[in-house]
């Protein structure tokens, strides 16, 4: 695995109050709450969508003071969004964008010190980052045969999920903190090609990403992440930091240390847990031996603390040799 991984974002929601001058009044309309009484209990405006070309769109909102954008700015005016931006070049294009709206830029504002809760930042406040990396598997057989397995890996206390088709593993759906995904790209590029409003999916992109066995592992940082790690402001965020909290939490970055092997070469204490496992029938041994046997198999790629799903599980699996994926030339020059 290489340390320096091409990791880069998609989805942004990000706001700043601008004081001074009043700014345009931008949203998508108005929703109120009124009481029994008749009365407004309160007013919110939504955000108004922004619709650029290839089907993609984005919402920005602005009540004349604060100016806040939420979408995915890899995506928006694209084809498509394989390869997308760092995060220094999203926030460059975001701005962009409000300066066609008449409104000014995110910007990191100034470092003090608040109180007696620590230094803090006047600019830009995020509450929303999503991180990705793309990979190549060599195949669709292999990525395919990759999902089954990761599903039955952890990320902490969140076990994987594998979709109903085989072609996504979800960590963490719900979760207020951080929820990560694995999945098939070929796959969602066909699904979205499939649709009226996806025929912009280019065919040269769908083969390469299916002649590849190309896969996604993808990380949706929530406000509550960003908070606790301090992540939650611009001027606090830069993509070397992103990338850190990437390598803590890619479930790929892993594979190196699992050995894949034939599981009839089991030693034999661990052959009988295996075979219950993988049939799914009830796995009956002490507390102690179930965790020393559970230790054992992680080293082969098994954790029999997740139920098995009988059908996904392979007698043998083969080593399947990963690696990031960066943009060739001809997407950059066409796509980019």
């Known amino acids: 695995m290489m340390n320096l991984i091409p990791v880069f974002v998609d989805y942004l929601t990000i706001r700043q109050v601008h004081d001074g001058g009043k700014l345009p009044i931008i949203n998508g309309g108005r929703v109120l709450r009124i009481d029994s009484d008749g009365e407004i209990e309160y007013t919110v405006d939504t955000r108004q969508g922004l619709e650029g070309s290839f089907d993609s769109r984005v919402e920005v909102r602005c009540d004349g003071h604060q100016v806040e954008f939420s979408g995915n700015i890899s995506r928006y005016g694209r084809s498509d969004n394989l390869f997308g931006f760092t995060f220094a070049d999203s926030i460059e294009r975001i701005n962009e964008l409000l300066k066609t709206l008449g409104l000014p830029p995110f910007t990191s504002g100034k470092l003090y010190k608040f109180a007696d809760s620590g230094w803090t930042w006047t600019g830009a406040r995020v509450s929303r980052i999503d991180i990705t990396c793309n990979y190549v598997t060599g195949s669709m057989i292999d990525s395919e045969a990759l999902l089954r397995n990761m599903a039955g890996h952890h990320i902490g206390r969140q076990k994987g999920s594998l979709s109903v ?46 002649s590849l066995g190309v896969i996604r592992e993808e990380f949706t940082l929530k406000s509550r992440f960003l908070l606790q790690n301090g992540l939650a402001y611009l001027g606090a965020i830069t993509d070397s930091l992103l990338i850190e909290v990437y ?56 954790d029999i603390s997740i139920p098995n799903n009988v059908q996904t599980m392979p007698i043998k699996v083969k080593t399947i040799e990963l690696a990031a994926l960066t943009a060739p030339d001809w997407y950059i020059k066409k796509y980019a």
């Open 247 to 302: 390598m803590n939490r890619t479930q790929l970055q892993r594979l190196e240390n699992v050995k894949y092997e034939s599981f009839s070469d089991l030693p034999p204490r661990l052959r009988a847990t295996y075979v219950s496992w993988k049939y799914g029938y009830p796995i009956d041994l002490p507390v102690s031996t179930f965790y020393r046997h559970r230790k054992a198999l992680l080293a082969y790629g098994i």
């Open 165 to 210: 088709n085989g072609a996504t593993v979800e960590y963490g759906r719900g979760s207020k903190y951080v929820y990560g995904k694995l999945y098939c790209k070929t796959t969602e590029l066909k699904k979205h090609r499939s649709k009226k409003s996806g025929q912009h999916v280019s065919d040269e992109v769908i083969e390469f990403c299916q």
